[in-house]
């Protein structure tokens, strides 16, 4: 239950194990994020595109002690990224439309499948991302669960590479997602020393 972002209990149904009941420590901290520092730029994020942490399992049962390996280790693995996910592993606030309406603030993490099409690769790396930052950081994505202890989720390698970390273990960076709405007007041209800056609606 501890490679999500969000988790339920320790069970022998799937379902129970998987639920969007009990916040992980991430998600707590960017909930805190958002509130002390996005709250005043509420009216430009869009509620109806969500975070996907695609929980759908290749091998294993997903639940108790089982080791099991999610959906995501392969398409990284294999370097065929997919942007398809479940509704009840698309997360969105009460507000949206869509997806499993679970979150109290609408912020989350890159999913290691969206990191891919936008550049990392999972053999070599790639230092001319947008999402190269020198740090490692977190993504939304499981990979396995290796027994107590062990459960593991994908990382951004401050290489500029993927790896795979213990849940527990290291502490890697963490990079918050927002989503902004499509009628939203920037300045800026998107380069770092002239970034994209929200100036109306």
């Known amino acids: 239950m501890y490679v999500g972002y969000m988790y339920g209990s320790d069970s022998i149904d799937y379902d129970i194990t998987h639920d969007n009941i009990n916040n992980s420590r991430i998600k707590t901290k960017l909930d805190t994020w958002y509130s002390n520092n996005l709250t005043s730029f509420a009216n430009y994020i869009d509620v109806n595109t969500g975070f996907c942490e695609d929980r759908r399992i290749i091998s294993g049962s997903g639940v108790g002690q089982d080791e099991t390996t999610y959906k995501s280790a392969i398409r990284i693995n294999n370097n065929t990224p997919s942007l398809d996910c479940e ?22 993490l890159i999913s290691a499948d969206e990191a891919m099409l936008a550049g990392i690769p999972w053999s070599g790396v790639n230092t001319n991302t947008y999402l190269y930052t020198n740090i490692t950081y977190w993504t939304m994505s499981p990979y396995r669960f290796d027994g107590p202890g062990y459960a593991i989720v994908f990382v951004v390698n401050g290489s500029g590479t993927f790896s795979n970390v213990v849940v527990t273990g290291a502490s890697p960076g963490i990079r918050s997602v927002i989503n902004i709405r499509s009628d939203t007007v920037l300045s800026g041209s998107g380069t770092s020393t002239d970034p994209f800056k929200v100036v109306g609606a």
């Open 87 to 108: 509704n009840k592993d698309v997360y969105t606030t009460h507000e949206s439309i869509i997806g499993n309406k679970a979150l109290t603030q609408p912020i989350g």
